[in-house]
């Protein structure tokens, strides 16, 4: 099974700030790559797929970097409204893993 | 607008069996894969089991195969999960979700559900 490792798990920051949450594999996935947000009490969102490609409706302070084995999710300025906790997927094959998650908060 | 609802999450003892349902509207269901994802408390996201669209090919993680089946009603635009021989470690709130594609290799998930809970206690 491919093993998914997240980090931070937390993550403090400003408003305006640029942040970034990295995402490891154990082998090789090429960008078969999904990041999720999730608010609390609510269900999780699809934000990027094949690593970079921004869902639509996502706001472009969003993106994603990274094949094989390390990828990226970036807010290049951190908004109240980013409050969430953020999970990352490898669809490469199965089973399918996630990340821990990392919880973003505000300073 | 695609609509997820799950139901059927309940307080089960070790050893029980229960089935949730996810009821789909907003969306043409046979032509998605769909999956089933859970969240134990504090945890992380666990994959389930997938079903493609016509609902005659199925996976499941190792942790639930024996004891969980997948299964669709395309007629009625909804998926199941029937849960049996539950365990302590099977508490989580359990998440319906819809793949970007119909074929049991869809594995990007489009859109999730609120999810239902399942504690399995004494």
């Known amino acids: 099974d491919i093993q998914m490792t997240q980090s931070p798990s937390t993550l403090s920051a400003s408003v305006g700030d640029r942040v970034s949450i990295t995402c490891r594999a154990s082998?090789?996935?090429?960008?078969?790559l999904a990041w999720y947000q999730q608010k609390p009490g609510e269900a999780p969102k699809l934000l990027i797929q094949?690593?970079?490609t921004l869902e639509s409706g996502v706001p472009s302070r969003f993106s994603g970097s990274g094949s094989g084995t390390e990828f990226t999710l970036t807010i290049s300025s951190l908004q109240p409204d980013d409050i969430a906790t953020y999970h990352c997927?490898?669809?490469?094959?199965?089973?399918?893993?996630f990340g821990q998650g990392t919880r973003l908060e505000i300073k | 607008e695609v609509q997820l609802v799950e139901s059927g999450g309940d307080l089960v003892q070790p050893g029980g069996s229960l089935r949730l349902s996810c009821a789909a509207s907003g969306v043409t269901f046979h032509n998605y894969a769909m999956l089933w994802v859970r969240q134990a408390p504090g945890k992380g996201l666990e994959w389930v089991s997938s079903?493609?669209?016509?609902?005659?090919?199925?996976y499941y993680a190792d942790s639930v195969k024996g004891r969980f089946t997948i299964s669709r009603d395309n007629s009625k635009n909804t998926l199941y999960l029937q849960m049996n021989s539950l365990r302590a470690e099977d508490t989580a709130i359990y998440h319906c979700?819809?793949?970007?594609?119909?074929?049991?290799?869809?594995?990007?998930?489009?859109?999730w559900g609120r999810g239902t809970l399942v504690t399995v206690s004494s």
């Open positions: 979700a819809k793949s970007d594609c119909g074929s049991i290799g869809c594995k990007l998930i489009a859109y």
């Open positions: 079903i493609n669209g016509g609902g005659d090919s199925t």
């Open positions: 094949k690593a970079s």
């Open positions: 997927q490898h669809y490469n094959n199965y089973p399918i893993t």
């Open positions: 082998q090789s996935i090429d960008n078969w």
